[in-house]
C-alpha cells in the first residue's frame, strides 16, 4: 500500500476536465433563461460529465491505495471538512446530470448527447414532474456551485493559513525533477 505525494495521472487530468466542464455547464444553465438557444449544449455537456464522473470513481475505487494522504491532519475538524465536501461534491457532480436527463424526458424529450447518441428515456412525459425536477436541478446545481467555491477556499486556506501549496498535488504535470531529468532516465 504505497502512498505517494501526487494524485495518479488520470485523477488529475479528469478532475481539470471535470472542473472546467462544470464551471462551464454551471454558466451556461445560468444563462439559459436569456438564450434558449444554449439547452442543447447544457443538455449535451451534462451528459459528458455524467460519464466523466463514473469514470473517474472507478478509477479512483481502482487506485483508492495509491492517492495521497490527506494534508490534514485526521479525525480534526478540517479533515471532515474535507471528506464531507468531497463526498457531497461527488454525489452532487452524479445526481445533478441524472435530475436533467429526467427533466428532459419528463418534459418529453430525449436526452441527446451533441445529436451523437440518445439516453434511453426513463421517465414518462409529466409536466409537473417536469417542473419539480427542474426546480430540484436548479438547486442542486446552486449547491454544486457553493461546494466548488468552498473547495477552492479550501486550497487557498492551506496556501495562505498553513503556507502549504497543495495544488501540485492535483496538476497533471510531472514533477519538477522528472522535467528536468532526460526523458531516458526516466523509464
Known amino acids: 500500500m504505497k502512498h505517494t505525494s501526487r494524485y495518479p495521472f488520470s485523477i488529475s487530468l479528469l478532475h481539470w476536465v471535470l472542473a472546467v466542464a462544470l464551471i462551464g455547464n ?7 433563461d436569456d438564450n434558449e438557444d444554449l439547452l442543447t449544449l447544457h443538455k449535451s455537456i451534462g451528459i459528458v460529465i455524467l460519464v466523466l464522473v463514473l469514470v473517474r470513481v472507478v478509477i479512483r475505487l481502482r ?41 428532459t424526458n419528463a418534459a418529453g424529450h430525449v436526452a441527446s448527447c451533441f445529436g451523437l447518441f440518445s439516453l434511453p428515456t426513463l421517465v414518462s412525459k409529466s409536466r409537473e414532474l417536469s417542473y419539480w425536477l427542474g426546480q430540484l436541478h436548479a438547486l442542486t446545481a446552486y449547491g454544486l456551485a457553493a461546494l466548488v467555491a468552498l473547495h477552492v477556499l479550501g486550497a487557498l486556506a ?4 498553513k503556507s502549504e501549496n497543495i495544488l501540485p498535488r492535483i496538476l497533471p504535470l510531472p514533477r519538477r525533477a522528472e522535467q528536468k531529468m532526460p526523458a531516458s532516465d526516466r523509464g
Do not use: D, F
Open 158 to 161: 492551506h496556501r495562505v493559513l
Open 26 to 32: 454551471l454558466i451556461i444553465g445560468w444563462m439559459l
Open 63 to 103: 487506485m483508492r491505495r495509491r492517492l495521497p494522504p490527506s494534508t490534514n491532519q485526521a479525525g480534526t475538524p478540517a479533515y471532515h471538512a474535507e471528506k464531507t465536501v468531497h463526498h457531497i461534491l461527488y454525489v452532487l457532480m452524479l445526481v445533478i446530470p441524472l435530475l436533467g436527463w429526467l427533466k
